[in-house]
Structures are given as structure tokens and as C-alpha cells.
């Protein structure tokens, strides 16, 4: 998911780069965000499965869409007004892909 993720960045970046370089980098730091949000996000869960306690889970996931809520509105006012899109592309693009790569392997386990 991360490679994936990584190499979609750099490409679109890349793309993105020869129309706005803040929205480009918008991208490329919103899916650097939204690794560490999945990867914050699957420890959550393994935190929650092992310890049950679900207002750790809860004060956590306010606190990561406080921080990566933020950041997109620094670049909407350094650039062009959709670099907030940008960066949320970049943003789910983690999450979108796991979510791809697990239903795979569910697919695979059963058949």
C-alpha cells in the first residue's frame, strides 16, 4: 500500500507540478499524511481489539482529523483554492488502496 501510494504521489505530483507546484506538493504531503493516518489508524484498531477500550480509540481519531484536518486549509491559502483537493487525493489514496489490496486477499483466501 505504501509503494503504491508513494509511486501514485510522484507521478501526479509530478503532473500536477507543471499547473500549480503548491498543489503538487499539497499531494505529495497529503499522502504522506495519509500513510501515517492509516498506519495510526490500523495500530488504533489492534490497540482496540487487544485493550477494549474505545474512548482511547475515540480521543485518538479526533485528535488525527484535528491534525490532518489543518494542514490542507495552509495550502489553500498558499496556492490556488483546489489544492485542498489535491491534498485530500493524496490524502484517502492510502485508505483507498488497503482497502483494495484487503478485499484481494479476502477474494483469494476464499477461492
Known amino acids: 500500500m505504501a509503494v503504491w501510494s508513494i509511486t501514485f504521489a510522484a507521478l501526479a505530483g509530478a503532473v ?12 505529495v504531503f497529503g499522502t ?7 498506519f495510526l ?8 481489539a487487544d485493550h477494549r477500550n474505545p474512548a482511547v480509540f475515540v480521543i485518538s481519531s479526533i ?8 494542514v ?7 496556492g490556488p483554492a483546489w ?4 491534498y485530500f487525493l493524496g490524502f484517502f489514496t492510502p485508505l483507498g ?3 483494495v489490496l ?10
Open 102 to 111: 484487503v478485499a484481494r486477499s479476502f477474494r483469494s483466501e476464499q477461492g
Open 63 to 70: 485528535l488525527r482529523i484535528g491534525v490532518f484536518g489543518i
Open 32 to 38: 504522506g499524511c495519509g500513510l501515517a493516518n492509516a
Open 16 to 27: 500536477l507540478a507543471t499547473r500549480s507546484p503548491v498543489a503538487a506538493a499539497a499531494l
Open 41 to 48: 489508524l490500523m495500530r488504533g484498531n489492534e490497540r482496540l
Open 72 to 78: 490542507p486549509v495552509e495550502f489553500a491559502l498558499h
Open 83 to 86: 489544492s485542498i483537493g489535491a
Open 97 to 99: 488502496l488497503y482497502a
